[in-house]
């Protein structure tokens, strides 16, 4: 496909090299689906991974999803096609599967940084939330990763991936120093979404969606450049930050929490499913059930089209796949999240404002309060 240059395509992607887990973790959007296990075959994605080479805008792959993607037996040549196709390759891992070949593969195959998911600093917590895992076990395969990044002198980088909760928000600091320990660069933390009742009691953001986002014409916006870290240059940034008329900017970048903000839209990303389809986001690629200002919703998946059948660019440029990108870019669904609650809100199908299938505005994504790598 020939491209404009006036009509961007994709620059990230979001792959799901298979939906098998070694683990049933009780935040797991899989406590309330079912499907059946399947996975990107690797001839399959050789044929994918040629065509990313004809895709100019392309600059980053996330294997992610809601599977292990150590489970899928090529991952590491999924991974080296991706870099000789000379993209930005990422993953996200519970790090279970981390032993010393594994460790060896995944140093020596290109990959730029690999996330794992650590909900708990400590035993009890991790293991009540990672369901079958060892936090033991994970902290010596932690250990192993760093020896092979030294011993290998590999630019990889670790992430850790942190789902804050009532539960084990007290563990943040340590945390961050568990991160420090291990080597890690970075450190996200996302909410939790109350894929169970159970968690919705877990939740730290129910004042927050109430709230929303409130325009301030008297807000001044302060653009700040980067500062040697003295005390007094702390002290003075500090009190800037706790004002509440202050919206702040990095070098012309906000860096306040963004709302009504779809980043798989507005970022030009696109997810691909174990079973090739192509969805918008990670939230619509599955059939799955959430709890929302006390409503229980049935979230019905979205895709465009299947990679099995279709080119990428050809979904990726069809014309309802880009209208509804418009239309998400724009936002103008009902304010779900901050809304008090009606009927409409116990699926995606319809807003009060008349948008039919699908709508977005009970998206926690672009509201700020979950985020992932």
């Given at each position: 496909m020939n491209f404009n240059k006036n009509i961007s395509g994709p620059e990230k992607i979001y792959i799901e090299p298979t939906n098998h887990c070694n683990l049933k973790c009780?935040?797991?959007?899989?406590?309330?689906?079912?499907?059946?296990?399947?996975?990107?075959?690797?001839?399959?994605?050789?044929?994918l991974a040629q065509e990313f080479k004809s895709i100019p805008t392309l600059k980053s792959i996330m294997f992610s999803g809601f599977g292990e993607p150590l489970c899928h037996d090529s991952i590491w040549e999924m991974i080296k096609l991706c870099k000789s196709a000379s993209l930005n390759v990422e993953m996200i891992s519970n790090g279970l599967l981390l032993n010393d070949v594994m460790c060896k593969d995944l140093v020596l195959s290109g990959l730029n940084t690999i996330w794992i998911s650590i909900d708990g600093a400590s035993a009890k917590n991790y293991e009540e939330i990672r369901i079958g895992a060892s936090h033991n076990d994970l902290i010596t395969?932690?250990?192993?990763?760093?020896?092979?990044i030294k011993d290998y002198k590999s630019d990889l980088k670790l992430g850790i991936s942190f789902v804050a909760m009532?539960?084990?928000?007290?563990?943040?600091?340590?945390?961050?120093?568990?991160?420090?320990?291990?080597?890690?660069?970075?450190l996200k933390v996302t909410n939790v979404i109350p894929y169970t009742r159970d968690m919705v009691s877990e939740a730290l953001y129910n004042l927050t969606l109430t709230q929303g986002e409130i325009p301030n014409p008297d807000k001044i916006v302060v653009d700040l450049p980067a500062m040697d870290n003295l005390p007094n240059v702390a002290?003075?940034?500090?009190?800037?930050?706790?004002?509440?008329?202050?919206?702040?900017?990095?070098?012309?970048?906000?860096?306040?929490?963004?709302?009504?903000?779809?980043?798989?839209?507005?970022?030009?990303?696109?997810?691909?499913?174990?079973?090739?389809?192509?969805?918008?986001?990670?939230?619509?690629?599955?059939?799955?059930?959430?709890?929302?200002?006390?409503?229980?919703?049935?979230?019905?998946?979205?895709?465009?089209?299947?990679?099995?059948?279709?080119k990428l660019t050809e979904i990726w440029f069809n014309k309802d796949y880009?209208?509804?990108?418009?239309?998400?870019?724009?936002?103008?669904?009902?304010?779900?999240?901050?809304?008090?609650?009606?009927?409409?809100?116990?699926?995606?199908?319809?807003?009060?404002?008349?948008?039919?299938?699908?709508?977005?505005?009970?998206?926690?994504?672009?509201?700020?309060?979950?985020?992932?790598?």
């Amino acid at each position: 496909m020939n491209f404009n240059k006036n009509i961007s395509g994709p620059e990230k992607i979001y792959i799901e090299p298979t939906n098998h887990c070694n683990l049933k973790c009780s935040t797991c959007i899989r406590n309330t689906w079912e499907h059946e296990f399947i996975e990107i075959s690797i001839n399959r994605f050789r044929s994918l991974a040629q065509e990313f080479k004809s895709i100019p805008t392309l600059k980053s792959i996330m294997f992610s999803g809601f599977g292990e993607p150590l489970c899928h037996d090529s991952i590491w040549e999924m991974i080296k096609l991706c870099k000789s196709a000379s993209l930005n390759v990422e993953m996200i891992s519970n790090g279970l599967l981390l032993n010393d070949v594994m460790c060896k593969d995944l140093v020596l195959s290109g990959l730029n940084t690999i996330w794992i998911s650590i909900d708990g600093a400590s035993a009890k917590n991790y293991e009540e939330i990672r369901i079958g895992a060892s936090h033991n076990d994970l902290i010596t395969n932690l250990i192993r990763l760093k020896a092979y990044i030294k011993d290998y002198k590999s630019d990889l980088k670790l992430g850790i991936s942190f789902v804050a909760m009532k539960s084990n928000i007290h563990e943040l600091p340590e945390i961050k120093e568990l991160g420090k320990k291990l080597g890690a660069s970075f450190l996200k933390v996302t909410n939790v979404i109350p894929y169970t009742r159970d968690m919705v009691s877990e939740a730290l953001y129910n004042l927050t969606l109430t709230q929303g986002e409130i325009p301030n014409p008297d807000k001044i916006v302060v653009d700040l450049p980067a500062m040697d870290n003295l005390p007094n240059v702390a002290e003075s940034l500090d009190r800037i930050k706790k004002d509440s008329d202050v919206v702040i900017h990095n070098m012309g970048v906000d860096s306040s929490i963004k709302y009504n903000y779809c980043k798989f839209v507005k970022e030009n990303c696109v997810v691909i499913g174990a079973d090739g389809r192509v969805a918008p986001c990670l939230s619509l690629l599955y059939k799955n059930k959430t709890f929302l200002n006390n409503y229980e919703r049935e979230i019905n998946p979205l895709s465009y089209g299947n990679i099995n059948d279709s080119k990428l660019t050809e979904i990726w440029f069809n014309k309802d796949y880009a209208d509804f990108r418009d239309k998400v870019d724009n936002f103008g669904f009902s304010p779900c999240t901050s809304c008090g609650g009606c009927e409409r809100l116990e699926s995606n199908s319809e807003d009060c404002f008349g948008n039919k299938p699908t709508v977005c505005g009970g998206c926690l994504w672009a509201q700020g309060i979950v985020q992932c790598p």
